[in-house]
């Protein structure tokens, strides 16, 4: 009895000096996108409130020569595991983590390159957003010839890109694939704005398409995309969000603006960045390797709240569902960006312009 009680003694004094785990979000930007970098923010929240982890968010500014500076800092310090995100990142990270072989990394919406040496102590997380976009896809080619207010009989859509880059232009091929699965002959106003920063620009190009014909155009710009946010109010027509349930973050600040978000494509970076901390907690993320989380994972999805409820018909809600359970069963393969040629993308592009 003596050495039991010594040994319950003994856990329960280790318990109270074990070290919480230490967690830094190194966020390549600011916060307040009411996108991308907000939902990292409230994985790591999630994190702290209910797995009891330390953290700490640092915001580097959406200045490139800062942040490398940031990670060698949050690196010489005392966290157990660092996140960074964006593929903005990876050069930097793969340069540092392999100093830092003790240190855990985790690494969001995009990979390293695991055949160069040092990066076992790197996890990567994909998104198929290609699936996700393939929902809005068929979601707003079903919108625009439906007669729903704000809408004309032109079946054409739109599409506001930050960059011209794979990451996103694989929401491309599946929004596209998606808006031709519902009808054929589909029509796609595609604008790239060439920043994730300059909300301006993005105002500009989405009012351009709206008045070429777009009633509703998907939102995969980050910060810039709150421009088109602005412009679906002030054109008093349809927007769908990205990456964070933008319509109800806006439903306080700004209901006009709310009110014309008809859903969002989700990528839950906020759950998958738990996910993986938690698994960290348990011993069992492996670190090393990419993953993608897609429909079937929960990595993906479309917001369903009260304004899809509200605005969406019954129909076509039932019929996003039909389209997300065909694509779980794997009924219908999404098509990817990654891996095509420049001539392919370029092709299906030209295949969709009014």
């Given at each position: 009895m003596k050495k039991l009680l010594v040994v319950l003694l003994l856990v329960l004094t280790l318990a109270t000096f074990a070290k919480p785990l230490k967690v830094a979000l190194l966020v390549n930007g600011n916060l307040g996108d009411k996108s991308f970098f907000d939902s990292a923010a409230r994985g790591v929240y999630m994190a702290r409130d209910m797995l009891g982890v330390q953290i700490r968010i640092v915001e580097a500014g959406y200045n490139p020569a800062n942040w490398r500076p940031y990670l060698e800092d949050l690196s010489d310090q005392d966290f157990d595991i660092i996140i960074v995100g964006t593929w903005q990142m990876v050069e930097i990270l793969e340069e540092i983590a392999p100093r830092y072989p003790k240190k855990r990394y985790i690494i969001f919406d995009t990979s390293v390159d695991y055949s160069k040496k040092g990066l076992n102590n790197v996890y990567s997380i994909l998104y198929k957003q290609n699936e996700g976009s393939f929902l809005v896809g068929a979601l707003a080619a079903l919108i625009t010839t439906s007669g729903m207010p704000k809408t004309n009989p032109e079946p054409i859509i739109g599409f506001l890109g930050g960059m011209d880059i794979p990451v996103i232009n694989d929401f491309l091929v599946g929004y596209i694939?998606?808006?031709?699965?519902?009808?054929?002959?589909?029509?796609?106003?595609?604008?790239?704005?060439?920043?994730?920063?300059?909300?301006?620009?993005?105002?500009?190009?989405?009012?351009?398409?709206?008045?070429?014909?777009?009633?509703?155009?998907?939102?995969?710009?980050?910060?810039?995309?709150?421009?088109?946010?602005?412009?679906?109010?002030?054109?008093?027509?349809?927007?769908?969000?990205?990456?964070?349930?933008?319509?109800?973050?806006?439903?306080?600040?700004?209901?006009?603006?709310?009110?014309?978000?008809?859903?969002?494509?989700?990528?839950?970076?906020?759950?998958?960045?738990?996910?993986?901390?938690?698994?960290?907690?348990?011993?069992?993320?492996?670190?090393?390797?990419?993953?993608?989380?897609?429909?079937?994972?929960?990595?993906?999805?479309?917001?369903?709240?009260?304004?899809?409820?509200?605005?969406?018909?019954e129909e076509f809600r039932n019929k996003i569902k039909e389209i997300e359970e065909k694509i779980l069963k794997g009924e219908i393969k999404v098509s990817s960006a990654y891996g095509m040629s420049p001539d392919e993308l370029n092709k299906l592009r030209m295949s969709v312009r009014p």
């Open positions: 694939e998606g808006a031709r699965y519902i009808n054929p002959n589909i029509k796609v106003l595609i604008s790239y704005v060439g920043s994730f920063n300059d909300p301006a620009k993005g105002k500009e190009l989405s009012l351009a398409m709206y008045r070429q014909g777009a009633d509703i155009i998907f939102n995969v710009a980050g910060n810039t995309g709150i421009g088109l946010l602005e412009a679906a109010k002030e054109a008093d027509r349809w927007a769908i969000g990205v990456d964070s349930d933008q319509a109800l973050i806006y439903e306080d600040t700004d209901i006009e603006i709310a009110k014309r978000i008809v859903t969002s494509m989700m990528k839950n970076v906020d759950l998958s960045l738990f996910r993986a901390i938690k698994l960290h907690l348990e011993g069992r993320l492996i670190y090393g390797q990419a993953e993608a989380l897609g429909i079937l994972e929960g990595g993906v999805g479309v917001a369903d709240n009260k304004y899809y409820r509200e605005i969406v018909p």
